[in-house]
């Protein structure tokens, strides 16, 4: 019985970083994507170890595909954070997964701008070339809000009701 929960586990797990992974790959907006929600998610679901591999696991995956480049390191961080915030997520109400989210799409902009402003040659390695990094990096906030949004919603919530279901057609 032991295997067998640890085997849907694994399997659970994959599915997850399956579906993250094809999101990632398919055409769609820029920064339209679920690893946001998803480090949210893992962060609130799963234990720490785990729920920093989920997400990270994805996106290196869906990397090995897309390319790697000198902002990276930013990006893991950005959503290593995202874990840490949905640890902080105790319950279903969402106004708790409208603010996660929103402080997650947030920190992403401010780490991941400040990354290509600090490992680029696009800006000048100033106050003032910073603050431009984050003005022309404003276009691409709103995509990552609303991605966050979407998918933080929809796993949070596709979880909760696809548990309810699952309970109710193993017991009846």
Known sequence: MENRKILNKIISY?????????????????????????????????????????????????DIFLGFHNTIVY???????????????????????????????????????????????????TAGGLMQSYLLGLPFLRNTVLSDLFYSFSFFYGFKYLSVFLRKKVIA
Do not use: C, E
């Open 75 to 125: 990006v893991y961080a950005s959503f290593a954070v995202a874990v840490i915030i949905g640890r902080l997520i105790k319950n279903y109400k969402w106004q708790s997964l409208l603010s996660a989210s929103l402080a997650s799409s947030v920190l992403f902009f401010l780490i991941t701008n400040f990354g290509v402003w600090s490992t680029g040659s696009m800006y000048p390695k």
């Open 14 to 62: 994959g599915a997850i970083i399956f579906f993250a992974v094809a999101a990632r790959l398919i055409p769609h907006a820029p920064n339209f994507a679920p690893i946001g929600g998803l480090a949210l998610f893992s962060g609130s679901h799963f234990k720490k170890k785990v729920a920093l591999l989920i997400p990270i696991a994805a996106m290196f995956l869906s």
